[in-house]
């Protein structure tokens, strides 16, 4: 628990008491992070190899041990309430690598999954369920790629739900039945109106 | 869970009131059986025929380890009906002096004639409530230990009511046994005054020198053609920064003089029979195509035999890469590993050599080389055997991701010793191998392979890799001006004496330590440089570290002829392969085979000068029964009941132990054991048609007693 000293409130936030108290702790957050990745996310000793593998790392402020870490620790609103969180590109290196035999990338998505359940989501991956509702594909084709699948000799649009636009009702049969389109389409009108 | 608790103790309740019904039958029983045994002659029965069994009953607390989850009360009540049970009693500690004198005291008041102990696991007190048991003036083998700590409490912590009702199915089996125990005497056999020791790194020699010192014969036994082993290959050691070789030649030196040591290298263990006083070892020796002096004056060559001159060497026309510098410098098919090898003698290696017969002629006169030369067997016989057959590095190019093998600057911890050491085939200049350049920035990467729990690797700490990489920075700053150094570490184990000082003076001299696993390396493939991706934990920020050379630190594993050894020898291994001990603790050196020790890495990863303890201490335990001259053997061996014998002889192969034969008695043939070697398995006695084998200790009637207590009952 952060003790305030009643300084006047910039002051307040510049000497903010940043100790880690055992309250900050939810003793739940870790079983769930477990149960839904389906990994021994406990077992992490901070090696640090999932970091050193990790393509998003170098450019950028995510640090998936810090995660590991705070999955370890209970630290659940700091872990999903980190931006961060949605920079992992999923590539699973950490996972390969990972001498605990941990999947990190599970861990991520675990706190992903935890995360909007709060509606803490950005935007654009709002955006990309849109997408996958209306065409089936969360990056659809557009004419340069087909452009380009036709050079390559390939037809132009891929023998997916662009080549099979009838089988677009059945994944939107699946993304209603977990109501992901309607709550993607609240947050982003709560969002930009 | 609940309900299931209730289903349960209801089931107990049926099981009860059946017991009830069956009572007056089951109290028959007991002598009935008693009755049988005393028909095979070879059979001891003592305490005279139909004497009522009177079993005391003495129930542990442990402190808090029994009695914590186990209804101690209850469970002495309930023993106190169980048939033949005139004594119950209970105490905190049994295993102390007071809860001995409870037994013995026992034994004399109530003339008992039997006792259980109802405690820890048999492997931790048998033997003290055993001697409790012979004080009190009973045979000690009218003892019997009902387990109801490591196989009841500590595993029903939170079930009480349960753990206690199987508390008391323990003591009733017990109790079954126990009044159907008999007395036996243990037999002695001699003790071979000599010894054998498989191995001869460091752990092998100062095992063997020991041995030697305390007046033992001993045979000591090297698979490669030179002694010394993994130490001789090292430049120096941590943290006193001695040169290995110094210290080692010295005592190889003395291995080689030693009268008491049969050196016998270039050998293999072909088999192994007998037991503890008695082993019955055959030695592969195998051809080394050249003959020793004292071989070639056998074969009445004058003078001749093999002097070590090298005059064979350099007219050998075939090249190979010398296996004792890592493959990095030439040796001919015809070889010596190093100068310093003993014993000094020329090995050829028949797989590359092309019989030109040159060497045949460079040895003129001494007529040392015998190109037909054959693998001989040599029969020995020793008292107690010690294995101390070492480790290899674990093959460190299957984690990919550090590019050994597929990058030419990545190279393992045992290739830098060599690299780095004067006699090495740089002569102690480090140089890369891509190039011949003296690096400039070295990366060494721990724990590389060890504490890895992903599939490839070695989930055990290596326990050594920490100290010597520490050693290795050293030497790089103190043959190479303005050289960097950057130890990638996940945490530095330096617990040994002054190994924590030499971390101090290694970080002093300027090494930089990165905590962070490496994930993985890159080449420049133009440069040949190296990138090692980490994540620098503490700076919370990853790395890409652009180094010369790369030293992994490469995980250790048993020696690759270790398996095969250990089974001759009747020694387990834990799930990674090592030798297992007969006590993690308090019995490292010993193995579950009397008279077989182990000694130095085999056992699990160690530094020189652990391994030079465990050795010590292995030569230690394993000159005691040597030096008493003969050994005590549980009493356990099968027993053959002549009557019933059909003289079919099918129990004769199954035997693992070869302790059974079948022998001409009285115009028929019948099995006999040979009680030394019988272990008392119980293999034949469990198959036997006829019930004709008499398992000592494990009798068919003691072992049905149980049986029938468990799921019977035998409450009166």
Same mark, same amino acid.
């Given at each position: 628990m952060v003790r305030k000293k009643g300084y006047p409130e910039a002051l307040e936030k510049k000497l903010h008491d940043q100790r880690y108290y055992r309250?900050?702790?939810?003793?739940e957050f870790l079983p769930k992070v477990k149960a839904i990745s389906?990994?021994?996310?406990?077992?992490?000793?901070?090696?640090g190899t999932c970091t050193g593998s990790c393509p998003s790392a170098p450019r950028s402020t995510y640090r998936i041990r810090h995660f590991m870490r705070r999955a370890v620790l209970g630290l659940e609103n700091e872990a999903l309430t980190?931006?961060?969180?949605?920079?992992?590109?999923?590539?699973y290196s950490c996972t390969d690598r990972c001498p605990r035999d941990i999947a990190p990338t599970d861990v991520i998505m675990a706190m992903r999954n935890l995360a909007f359940k709060r509606d803490i989501i950005p935007v654009n991956f709002l955006k990309t369920v849109q997408a996958i509702y209306s065409s089936?594909?969360?990056v659809p084709n557009n004419d340069v790629n087909r452009a380009a699948r036709e050079r390559l000799g390939?037809?132009?649009?891929?023998?997916?739900t662009h080549m099979y636009p009838e089988y677009v009702k059945g994944i939107q049969k699946i993304l209603d039945h977990y109501k992901l389109k309607a709550n993607a389409d609240r947050i982003v009108k709560e969002r930009e109106g | 869970m609940a309900e299931k608790k209730k289903a349960s103790t209801k089931k107990t309740e049926a099981k009860k009131q059946e017991v009830k019904h069956e009572a007056p039958v089951k109290q028959e029983a007991p002598v009935k059986m008693e009755a049988k045994t005393?028909?095979?002659?070879?059979v001891p029965v003592t305490?005279?025929?139909?004497v009522k069994p009177r079993i005391g009953v003495f129930i542990c607390h442990c402190g808090t380890n029994i009695a914590g989850s186990i209804d101690i009360k209850a469970v002495e009540a309930y023993a106190k009906?169980?048939?033949?049970?005139?004594h119950a009693d209970n105490y905190?500690?049994?295993?102390?002096t007071p809860g001995q004198k409870k037994i013995t005291d026992a034994i004399k008041e109530q003339k008992l004639t039997g006792t259980v102990v109802a405690a820890c696991s048999p492997r931790l007190h048998e033997p003290t409530f055993r001697t409790a048991t012979k004080e009190g003036?009973?045979?000690?083998?009218?003892f019997e230990m009902a387990n109801?700590?490591?196989?009841n409490a500590w595993v029903h912590m939170h079930d009480k009511e349960a753990a206690t009702e199987k508390a008391k199915d323990a003591v009733r089996i017990a109790v079954a046994k126990a009044s159907l125990l008999q007395d036996l005497t243990p037999k002695t056999v001699s003790v071979e005054k000599a010894a054998m020791v498989v191995g001869a790194g460091i752990a092998g020699m100062q095992a063997a020198l020991d041995l030697a010192a305390a007046g033992i014969k001993t045979y000591l036994i090297e698979?490669?053609?030179?002694?010394?082993?993994r130490m001789s290959q090292l430049d120096k050691t941590f943290p006193?920064?001695?040169c290995s070789q110094c210290i080692l030649t010295p005592k190889m030196v003395d291995v080689g003089r030693s009268p008491n040591i049969e050196l016998m290298t270039?050998?293999?263990?072909?088999s192994v029979e007998g037991f503890i006083g008695n082993f019955d070892v055959t030695i592969r020796k195998k051809a080394r195509g050249v003959l020793s002096m004292p071989e070639a004056e056998a074969k009445?060559?004058?003078?001749?035999? &093999?002097?070590? $001159? *090298?005059?064979?060497e350099p007219v050998c026309p075939v090249i190979k890469p010398n296996p004792f510098e890592m493959g990095m410098k030439p040796r001919k098919a015809?070889?010596?590993?190093?100068?310093?090898?003993?014993?000094l003698l020329y090995t050829i290696d028949w797989d590359s &050599?092309?019989? $030109? *017969?040159l060497c045949v002629t460079a040895c003129g006169?001494?007529?040392?080389?015998?190109?037909e030369q054959k693998d001989e067997f040599v029969k020995v016989k020793v008292g107690t055997a010690i294995l101390a057959t070492g480790f290899d590095l674990f093959p460190?190019?299957?984690?990919?991701?550090?590019?050994y093998k597929t990058y030419e600057n990545v190279v393992t911890s045992l290739e830098f010793e060599r690299l780095i050491c004067a006699s090495g085939p740089t002569s102690g200049?480090?140089?890369?191998?891509?190039?011949g350049e003296t690096p400039k920035r070295v990366a060494f990467v721990l724990c590389a392979g060890s504490?890895?729990?992903?599939?490839?690797?070695?989930?055990?700490?290596?326990?050594f890799c920490c100290m010597y990489s520490l050693k290795h920075a050293h030497q790089i700053y103190e043959k190479i001006p303005g050289v960097a150094s950057y130890l990638f570490y996940m945490?530095?184990?330096?617990?040994?004496?002054m190994y924590e000082e030499f971390y101090y003076r290694i970080q002093d001299e300027g090494a930089k330590f990165i905590r962070g696993r490496v994930a993985n390396i890159l080449e420049d493939?133009?440069?040949k440089n190296l990138h090692v991706y980490a994540d620098d934990t503490l700076l919370n920020r990853p790395v890409d570290m652009e180094v010369d050379l790369v030293v992994l630190a490469a995980a250790v594993q048993p020696g690759w002829d270790t398996d095969r050894t250990r089974k001759l020898f009747g020694v387990s291994c834990s799930s990674d392969g090592w030798l297992l001990e007969a006590?993690?603790?308090?019995?490292?050196?010993?193995?579950?085979?009397?008279?077989v020790f182990i000694a130095g890495v085999c056992q699990g990863p160690k530094d020189i000068p652990d391994t030079v303890s465990s050795a010590e201490g292995a030569a230690s335990a394993a000159s005691i029964p040597i030096h008493k001259g003969e050994v005590e053997l549980e009493p356990y061996f099968a027993m053959c009941i002549e009557e019933k014998c059909?003289?079919?002889?099918?129990?004769v192969n199954l035997c693992p132990y070869s302790a059974l034969a079948l022998v001409e008695k009285d115009g028929r043939k019948v099995m006999e054991v040979t009680e030394a070697k019988?272990?008392?398995?119980g293999t034949c006695g469990g198959f036997c048609p006829g019930g004709a084998i008499w398992m000592n200790h494990f009798a068919t009637p003691q072992i049905v007693a149980q049986i029938d207590a468990f799921f019977l009952g035998g409450e009166r």
């Open positions: 309250e900050d702790s939810n003793p389906r990994t021994i996310a406990h077992m992490c000793f901070q090696c980190d931006p961060d969180l949605w920079l992992c590109t999923t590539c089936g594909h969360g390939l037809t132009r649009d891929p023998p997916t | 005393q028909a095979p002659a070879k305490t005279g025929p139909k009906t169980l048939p033949y049970v005139v905190q500690y049994i295993c102390s003036g009973l045979n000690p083998f009218r109801i700590r490591e196989q698979k490669s053609p030179s002694i010394g082993g006193t920064l001695d270039y050998c293999d263990v072909e009445g060559i004058v003078g001749g035999g &093999c002097n070590g $001159c *090298g005059d064979c015809i070889y010596i590993y190093h100068p310093q090898v003993v014993p &050599c092309v019989k $030109c *017969g006169e001494k007529k040392a080389i015998d190109l460190i190019e299957k984690k990919t991701e550090w590019g200049h480090l140089i890369r191998p891509s190039d504490r890895d729990n992903a599939g490839i690797g070695k989930p055990y700490c290596s326990r945490d530095i184990r330096s617990f040994g004496k493939p133009a440069t006590h993690p603790k308090l019995n490292p050196c010993g193995t579950t085979t009397a008279g059909a003289g079919c002889g099918m129990c019988c272990k008392g398995c």
